[in-house]
C-alpha cells in the first residue's frame, strides 16, 4: 500500500504497556454490549478507539478499562457489523466531531 508511510503504527509488547502509554487519552470501546450509541457521544482528538474480534470482542478486564463503551445502533435482530466496517463509521464520525479530516475535504463540505 503506497500510503502506509503515512500511518503511525505502534505495537505495544503487552496491555500493561499500552495502559502506560495511553497518557490520559480516553479509551473508547466499540461493543455490542454498550447501552450509549456513538451518534451521540462527543469526541476529543486524543481519543482512543478499541475494537475487539468480530467473535468475542474483547476481554472482561479489557472491557472494563475502557472509559466508555460505544454501541452502533442496528436494527433489532441483526447480531452485528463488519469490524472494518464499524471502525470507519466510527472514526469517521469521530474525525467529523474534532476536525480531523484533510481541510480541503472539510472546506468542500462547507460548500
Same mark, same amino acid.
Given at each position: 500500500m503506497d500510503y502506509l508511510p503515512q500511518a503511525e503504527i505502534v505495537r *505495544?509488547?503487552?496491555? %500493561?504497556?499500552f495502559r502506560a502509554a495511553r497518557e490520559g487519552?480516553?479509551?473508547? @470501546? +466499540? &461493543? &455490542?454490549?454498550a447501552a450509549e450509541p456513538y &451518534?451521540?457521544? %462527543?469526541?476529543?482528538? %486524543? #481519543?482512543? @478507539?478499541?475494537?475487539?474480534?468480530?467473535?468475542? =470482542?474483547?476481554? $472482561? #478486564?479489557? *472491557?472494563? &478499562? %475502557?472509559d466508555?463503551? @460505544?454501541l452502533i445502533p442496528m436494527q433489532p435482530g441483526l447480531r452485528s457489523l463488519n469490524v472494518a466496517l464499524s471502525a470507519a463509521?466510527? +472514526?469517521? $464520525?469521530a474525525l467529523r466531531q474534532t476536525s =480531523?479530516?484533510? @481541510?480541503?475535504?472539510v472546506a468542500h463540505e462547507r460548500v
Open positions: *505495544h509488547a503487552s496491555w %500493561a504497556a487519552a480516553r479509551l473508547l @470501546l +466499540l &461493543t &455490542t454490549k &451518534t451521540g457521544y %462527543a469526541f476529543q482528538p %486524543a #481519543d482512543i @478507539l478499541l475494537l475487539g474480534r468480530e467473535s468475542a =470482542g474483547v476481554p $472482561e #478486564d479489557v *472491557h472494563n &478499562t %475502557a466508555a463503551r @460505544l463509521m466510527v +472514526l469517521g $464520525e =480531523g479530516f484533510p @481541510l480541503a475535504i
